[in-house]
């Protein structure tokens, strides 16, 4: 189905495809029966694959990343289509832009997306009520950036109070320091900054707990452009801060494989295929270094369900896609929680976990 539709669809400028399609799908669930439809076509189709994760319990470890739905407008089809948690966001405190149009850009030929956003965001306002409007049942992440005309030295503060404004709304909360697209924001991952960041979002977290009597985790979610030396001196204070996981990664600013590929030269983030093999490195890496204390959310080019383990075995316990929604098209996830369900009978296990232990114990 997704087959037919996609043609039109990249026919289209690329955010103008976006928004039409988060439009239109928002628009047909509007119609009765749509609904019925589209979880008999994908969510039904998704086995249930229960991993604990971060004291969440997940219906499946197939997430939606970051940067789809920014603006918290399209939770139930999302959740219909068999993801089993999504990641809404990044949401700035203050509405803004975003960087010029076009801003966007498909590298088809390699499954590939360049994007330098620049975090357009309606901000937490916004995004808070359009959360309200949609009660849903599925586990919400809520990733959290800076405004660009906040100050570098001020950048806690926007984290802050992005934290206190989605507290009672979000199953976690992600630290987004990595978008390669707002100036500055990346050295936050340099040592302390990082840890003065840490610090005051744990101390924050633990007032918040005590007010709302819930404790709700918060990740980071870091980039793939960092060295070995970058990795350890992160899971060092992820461990020291107590953080409840990381997400790895982000877009590169490298473009491995894409010497001969002219719109590679694009400014931005690149998603996709050509980010996966170095996306795994990070999370092999991170692994090491974490040695099972924090979790890892995995994510960088995924597109089907051996590139999903190979992320698992890598040391992830939960994964992320993008690009391979756009496309790939909704299918993708159910197909992807089908290949995980066949690899955990592979494995003579009775769930993910116990199939991770075998796995990892073998590679
Ligand atoms: C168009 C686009 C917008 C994105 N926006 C965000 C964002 O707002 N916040 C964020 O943390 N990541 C954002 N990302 C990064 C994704 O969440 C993900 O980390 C990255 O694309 C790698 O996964 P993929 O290869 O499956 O797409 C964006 C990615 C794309 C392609």
């Given at each position: 189905m997704y087959s037919l539709?996609?043609?039109?669809?990249f026919a289209?400028?690329?955010?103008?495809?976006?928004?039409?399609?988060?439009?239109?799908?928002?628009?047909?669930?509007?119609v009765p029966g749509t609904r019925a439809l589209v979880r008999g076509c994908y969510a039904d189709r998704t086995p249930s694959l229960p991993v604990e994760v971060m004291g969440l319990r997940f219906p499946n470890p197939v997430g939606l990343a970051a940067g789809l739905d920014k603006e918290a407008r399209c939770l139930a089809p999302l959740l219909d289509f068999g993801f089993g948690f999504l990641e809404l966001g990044t949401v700035t405190p203050q509405p803004q832009e975003g960087n010029p149009k076009p801003r966007l850009i498909r590298l088809t030929r390699h499954a590939a997306i360049i994007n330098r956003m620049g975090f357009n965001s309606s901000g937490l306002a916004d995004f808070l009520a359009n959360l309200e409007a949609q009660p849903h049942h599925g586990l919400i992440g809520i990733n959290l950036g800076k405004n660009k005309l906040t100050?570098?030295?001020?950048?806690?503060?926007?984290?802050l109070t992005g934290l206190r404004a989605v507290y009672a709304h979000a199953d976690y909360v992600t630290l987004n320091i990595s978008s390669p697209n707002t100036p500055g924001l990346r050295a936050l991952q340099d040592e302390a900054p990082l840890a003065a960041l840490l610090g005051a979002l744990k101390k924050e977290q633990a007032l918040l707990a005590r007010t709302h009597g819930r404790h709700v985790p918060i990740a980071l979610k870091i980039a793939p452009d960092l060295d070995d030396t970058g990795i350890d001196a992160i899971a060092r204070l992820l461990v020291a801060h107590h953080m409840d996981a990381v997400i790895a990664t982000n877009t590169t600013i490298a473009r491995p494989g894409l010497e001969h590929e002219p719109r590679a030269?694009?400014?931005g983030g690149l998603s996709g295929q050509p980010l996966r093999t170095l996306s795994t490195q990070v999370i092999r890496r991170l692994h090491a270094s974490l040695q099972g204390r924090i979790p890892i959310i995995g994510v960088g080019g995924i597109s089907n369900a051996d590139d999903?383990?190979?992320?698992?075995?890598?040391?992830?316990?939960?994964?992320?896609?993008y690009t391979a929604f756009i496309y790939r098209g909704p299918g993708v996830v159910s197909e992807i929680g089908r290949g995980l369900a066949e690899k955990v009978r592979a494995y003579g296990a009775t769930n993910l976990a116990d199939a991770l232990q075998s796995a990892r114990a073998k590679s």
């Open positions: 539709i996609r043609p039109l669809l289209l400028d690329a955010e103008r495809s976006h928004n039409l399609t988060l439009g239109l799908l928002r628009a047909a669930y509007r100050p570098d030295a001020h950048a806690i503060d926007d984290y030269r694009e400014t999903a383990w190979e992320k698992l075995v890598a040391g992830a316990d939960l994964i992320q896609l």
